[in-house]
C-alpha cells in the first residue's frame, strides 16, 4: 500500500519519494536544494522537537526545519 503524506511525519530510517509541494513560496528555495519530484528522500535525523531534521536527497545531507518539511508531499510505500 503507498500512502500520501507530507516529510515532516516520517521518522528517521524512513525513505520516501517526493511527490509535489503545498505551496509556491518556497518551490524554488527547495527545488534549488535538490528536493526534486520523482526524487528519493530518507529522513536521516531529528533533531530535539523535530527540528530540524536531517534528509539525505540527490547524493548530500540536507538540513530542513519541519515547517519547511510541512510542505513537501511524499508517498511512502508500507507492508
Known amino acids: 500500500m503507498v500512502n ?32 526534486l519530484p520523482g526524487e528519493r528522500i530518507e529522513v536521516v535525523q531529528k ?8 534528509v539525505s536527497v540527490a547524493g548530500y545531507l ?3 526545519r519541519t515547517d519547511e518539511a510541512r510542505h513537501i508531499v511524499v508517498t511512502f510505500a508500507t507492508n
Open 4 to 35: 500520501e503524506l507530507l516529510l515532516s511525519e516520517l521518522e528517521p530510517g524512513q525513505t520516501a519519494t517526493i511527490v509535489k509541494f503545498t505551496t509556491e513560496d518556497i518551490f524554488l528555495k527547495l527545488m534549488e536544494m535538490g528536493c
Open 47 to 54: 533533531a530535539l522537537f523535530n527540528d530540524p531534521m536531517s
Open 62 to 64: 540536507l538540513s530542513l
